[in-house]
T-cell receptor, first 114, second 115 residues
Framework: AQSVSQHNHHVILSEAASLELGCNYS??????LFWYVQYPGQHLQLLLK??????LVKGIKGFEAEFIKSKFSFNLRKPSVQWSDTAEYFCAVNTYNAGNMLTFGGGTRLMVKP | DAGVIQSPRHEVTEMGQEVTLRCKPI?????LFWYRQTMMRGLELLIY????????DSGMPEDRFSAKMPNASFSTLKIQPSEPRDSAVYFC?????????????FGEGSWLTVV
Protein backbone atom coordinates (compact mmCIF):
# COMPACT_ATOMS: atom_id res chain seq x y z
CA ALA A 1 0.00 0.00 0.00
CA GLN A 2 1.14 3.52 -0.69
CA SER A 3 2.12 5.95 2.04
CA VAL A 4 2.86 9.66 2.10
CA SER A 5 5.33 11.42 4.38
CA GLN A 6 5.44 15.09 5.16
CA HIS A 7 8.52 15.64 7.23
CA ASN A 8 7.80 19.17 8.37
CA HIS A 9 4.93 19.18 10.84
CA HIS A 10 5.12 22.85 11.71
CA VAL A 11 6.68 25.68 9.76
CA ILE A 12 6.85 29.30 10.83
CA LEU A 13 7.87 31.94 8.31
CA SER A 14 7.82 35.67 8.03
CA GLU A 15 5.96 37.34 5.20
CA ALA A 16 7.90 37.44 1.92
CA ALA A 17 9.99 34.43 2.89
CA SER A 18 10.21 31.54 0.46
CA LEU A 19 8.44 28.31 1.22
CA GLU A 20 9.22 24.71 0.45
CA LEU A 21 7.22 21.88 2.02
CA GLY A 22 8.49 18.37 1.56
CA CYS A 23 6.40 15.42 0.44
CA ASN A 24 7.61 11.90 -0.25
CA TYR A 25 5.53 8.92 -1.21
CA SER A 26 6.18 5.24 -1.38
CA UNK A 27 4.78 3.52 -4.43
CA UNK A 28 6.65 2.23 -7.45
CA UNK A 29 3.93 2.54 -10.05
CA UNK A 30 2.07 5.36 -11.73
CA UNK A 31 0.79 7.96 -9.31
CA UNK A 32 -1.33 11.05 -9.29
CA LEU A 33 -0.17 13.64 -6.78
CA PHE A 34 -2.06 16.40 -5.05
CA TRP A 35 -1.59 19.24 -2.62
CA TYR A 36 -4.60 20.33 -0.63
CA VAL A 37 -4.83 23.35 1.65
CA GLN A 38 -7.03 23.74 4.70
CA TYR A 39 -7.44 27.28 6.00
CA PRO A 40 -8.35 27.64 9.68
CA GLY A 41 -11.85 26.35 10.30
CA GLN A 42 -12.45 25.42 6.69
CA HIS A 43 -12.53 22.33 4.51
CA LEU A 44 -9.79 21.00 2.28
CA GLN A 45 -9.38 22.69 -1.05
CA LEU A 46 -7.31 21.54 -4.00
CA LEU A 47 -4.19 23.63 -4.47
CA LEU A 48 -2.66 21.79 -7.41
CA LYS A 49 -2.34 18.33 -8.90
CA UNK A 50 -0.03 16.31 -11.10
CA UNK A 51 -1.27 13.59 -13.43
CA UNK A 52 1.27 13.52 -16.25
CA UNK A 53 3.38 15.74 -18.48
CA UNK A 54 5.45 18.65 -17.20
CA UNK A 55 6.69 17.69 -13.73
CA LEU A 56 6.54 21.31 -12.63
CA VAL A 57 2.94 22.04 -11.81
CA LYS A 58 1.55 25.50 -11.21
CA GLY A 59 -1.38 25.90 -8.86
CA ILE A 60 -3.51 28.64 -7.44
CA LYS A 61 -2.26 31.56 -5.37
CA GLY A 62 1.29 31.37 -6.69
CA PHE A 63 2.01 27.86 -5.48
CA GLU A 64 3.88 25.31 -7.53
CA ALA A 65 5.12 21.78 -7.00
CA GLU A 66 7.73 19.67 -8.71
CA PHE A 67 7.38 15.94 -9.25
CA ILE A 68 10.75 14.21 -9.09
CA LYS A 69 10.10 10.59 -9.88
CA SER A 70 13.59 9.39 -8.98
CA LYS A 71 13.19 10.84 -5.50
CA PHE A 72 9.52 9.89 -5.06
CA SER A 73 8.95 13.51 -4.11
CA PHE A 74 6.40 16.21 -4.82
CA ASN A 75 7.53 19.27 -2.90
CA LEU A 76 5.38 22.36 -2.68
CA ARG A 77 6.95 25.78 -3.19
CA LYS A 78 6.04 29.43 -3.13
CA PRO A 79 8.62 32.18 -3.68
CA SER A 80 7.07 34.70 -1.31
CA VAL A 81 4.48 33.78 1.30
CA GLN A 82 1.76 36.02 2.66
CA TRP A 83 0.02 36.09 6.01
CA SER A 84 -3.08 34.71 4.26
CA ASP A 85 -1.15 31.53 3.42
CA THR A 86 -1.38 30.49 7.08
CA ALA A 87 -3.03 27.09 6.83
CA GLU A 88 -2.43 23.38 6.97
CA TYR A 89 -1.10 21.77 3.80
CA PHE A 90 -1.68 18.15 2.88
CA CYS A 91 0.11 16.15 0.27
CA ALA A 92 -1.82 13.20 -1.16
CA VAL A 93 -1.25 10.39 -3.61
CA ASN A 94 -3.63 8.33 -5.67
CA THR A 95 -2.81 5.24 -7.64
CA TYR A 96 -4.93 3.65 -10.32
CA ASN A 97 -5.18 0.39 -8.43
CA ALA A 98 -6.52 2.13 -5.34
CA GLY A 99 -9.87 2.93 -6.83
CA ASN A 100 -9.64 6.71 -6.69
CA MET A 101 -8.74 6.52 -3.01
CA LEU A 102 -6.44 9.27 -1.79
CA THR A 103 -3.77 8.60 0.79
CA PHE A 104 -2.88 11.74 2.71
CA GLY A 105 0.28 12.75 4.46
CA GLY A 106 0.11 13.93 8.04
CA GLY A 107 -0.07 17.58 7.05
CA THR A 108 2.18 20.58 7.61
CA ARG A 109 0.93 23.53 9.62
CA LEU A 110 2.27 26.77 8.19
CA MET A 111 2.15 29.96 10.17
CA VAL A 112 3.15 33.16 8.43
CA LYS A 113 4.00 36.03 10.71
CA PRO A 114 2.99 39.47 9.45
CA ASP B 1 -22.54 23.14 -8.85
CA ALA B 2 -23.23 23.36 -5.12
CA GLY B 3 -20.33 21.14 -4.17
CA VAL B 4 -20.39 18.43 -1.55
CA ILE B 5 -23.01 19.25 1.05
CA GLN B 6 -22.78 17.99 4.61
CA SER B 7 -25.09 18.27 7.56
CA PRO B 8 -25.09 19.08 10.36
CA ARG B 9 -22.18 21.51 10.30
CA HIS B 10 -21.82 21.35 14.06
CA GLU B 11 -23.16 18.89 16.57
CA VAL B 12 -22.69 18.55 20.29
CA THR B 13 -24.08 15.40 21.82
CA GLU B 14 -23.85 13.43 25.02
CA MET B 15 -21.94 10.21 25.30
CA GLY B 16 -24.09 7.23 24.42
CA GLN B 17 -26.32 9.09 22.00
CA GLU B 18 -26.66 8.15 18.35
CA VAL B 19 -25.14 10.54 15.84
CA THR B 20 -26.02 10.63 12.16
CA LEU B 21 -23.99 12.65 9.71
CA ARG B 22 -25.29 13.26 6.21
CA CYS B 23 -23.70 13.91 2.88
CA LYS B 24 -24.83 14.83 -0.60
CA PRO B 25 -22.05 14.34 -3.15
CA ILE B 26 -21.56 16.40 -6.26
CA UNK B 27 -24.09 15.34 -8.86
CA UNK B 28 -22.68 12.76 -11.23
CA UNK B 29 -19.77 11.77 -9.02
CA UNK B 30 -19.56 8.02 -8.55
CA UNK B 31 -17.10 7.89 -5.66
CA LEU B 32 -17.93 8.99 -2.14
CA PHE B 33 -15.52 9.08 0.76
CA TRP B 34 -15.85 9.63 4.49
CA TYR B 35 -12.78 11.01 6.26
CA ARG B 36 -12.19 11.85 9.91
CA GLN B 37 -9.79 14.53 11.03
CA THR B 38 -8.36 14.84 14.53
CA MET B 39 -5.35 16.60 15.95
CA MET B 40 -3.79 13.34 17.05
CA ARG B 41 -4.35 11.21 13.97
CA GLY B 42 -4.70 13.72 11.14
CA LEU B 43 -6.88 12.78 8.17
CA GLU B 44 -8.08 9.20 8.16
CA LEU B 45 -10.13 7.53 5.45
CA LEU B 46 -13.00 5.71 7.13
CA ILE B 47 -14.85 4.21 4.18
CA TYR B 48 -15.50 4.83 0.53
CA UNK B 49 -18.19 3.89 -1.94
CA UNK B 50 -18.19 3.41 -5.70
CA UNK B 51 -21.57 3.50 -7.40
CA UNK B 52 -23.24 3.29 -3.97
CA UNK B 53 -21.38 0.10 -3.04
CA UNK B 54 -18.95 0.13 -0.10
CA UNK B 55 -15.52 -0.75 -1.47
CA UNK B 56 -13.21 -0.41 1.52
CA ASP B 57 -14.36 0.04 5.10
CA SER B 58 -11.11 -1.00 6.73
CA GLY B 59 -10.74 2.47 8.19
CA MET B 60 -13.96 2.29 10.17
CA PRO B 61 -12.77 2.31 13.79
CA GLU B 62 -15.18 -0.21 15.25
CA ASP B 63 -18.67 -1.62 15.10
CA ARG B 64 -20.14 1.53 16.56
CA PHE B 65 -19.54 3.16 13.18
CA SER B 66 -21.65 2.37 10.14
CA ALA B 67 -22.10 4.03 6.76
CA LYS B 68 -24.71 3.67 4.07
CA MET B 69 -25.29 5.01 0.63
CA PRO B 70 -28.88 4.18 -0.36
CA ASN B 71 -28.65 6.14 -3.62
CA ALA B 72 -26.21 8.15 -5.71
CA SER B 73 -27.08 11.42 -4.05
CA PHE B 74 -27.05 10.59 -0.36
CA SER B 75 -24.88 8.94 2.25
CA THR B 76 -24.94 8.70 6.02
CA LEU B 77 -22.32 7.99 8.63
CA LYS B 78 -23.76 6.79 11.91
CA ILE B 79 -22.12 6.43 15.30
CA GLN B 80 -24.03 4.44 17.90
CA PRO B 81 -23.33 4.78 20.75
CA SER B 82 -21.10 7.82 20.55
CA GLU B 83 -18.09 8.30 22.81
CA PRO B 84 -15.97 11.36 23.64
CA ARG B 85 -13.07 9.99 21.60
CA ASP B 86 -15.28 10.22 18.50
CA SER B 87 -15.05 14.02 18.71
CA ALA B 88 -13.56 15.11 15.39
CA VAL B 89 -14.33 16.76 12.11
CA TYR B 90 -15.92 14.35 9.67
CA PHE B 91 -15.46 15.18 6.01
CA CYS B 92 -17.41 13.75 3.14
CA UNK B 93 -15.83 13.93 -0.30
CA UNK B 94 -16.70 12.84 -3.80
CA UNK B 95 -14.97 12.30 -7.10
CA UNK B 96 -15.60 11.19 -10.64
CA UNK B 97 -13.91 8.20 -12.20
CA UNK B 98 -11.86 8.95 -15.25
CA UNK B 99 -8.38 9.06 -16.66
CA UNK B 100 -7.91 12.55 -15.35
CA UNK B 101 -10.89 12.80 -13.08
CA UNK B 102 -9.45 11.70 -9.83
CA UNK B 103 -9.61 15.02 -8.05
CA UNK B 104 -11.52 14.62 -4.82
CA UNK B 105 -13.76 17.44 -3.69
CA PHE B 106 -14.44 17.88 0.00
CA GLY B 107 -17.46 19.11 1.87
CA GLU B 108 -17.14 21.66 4.62
CA GLY B 109 -17.18 19.02 7.32
CA SER B 110 -19.32 18.11 10.29
CA TRP B 111 -17.74 19.20 13.56
CA LEU B 112 -18.74 16.65 16.17
CA THR B 113 -18.24 17.07 19.90
CA VAL B 114 -19.23 14.25 22.23
CA VAL B 115 -19.33 15.23 25.88
Amino acid sequence: AQSVSQHNHHVILSEAASLELGCNYSYGGTVNLFWYVQYPGQHLQLLLKYFSGDPLVKGIKGFEAEFIKSKFSFNLRKPSVQWSDTAEYFCAVNTYNAGNMLTFGGGTRLMVKP
Amino acid sequence: DAGVIQSPRHEVTEMGQEVTLRCKPISGHDYLFWYRQTMMRGLELLIYFNNNVPIDDSGMPEDRFSAKMPNASFSTLKIQPSEPRDSAVYFCASSLTGVAGNTIYFGEGSWLTVV
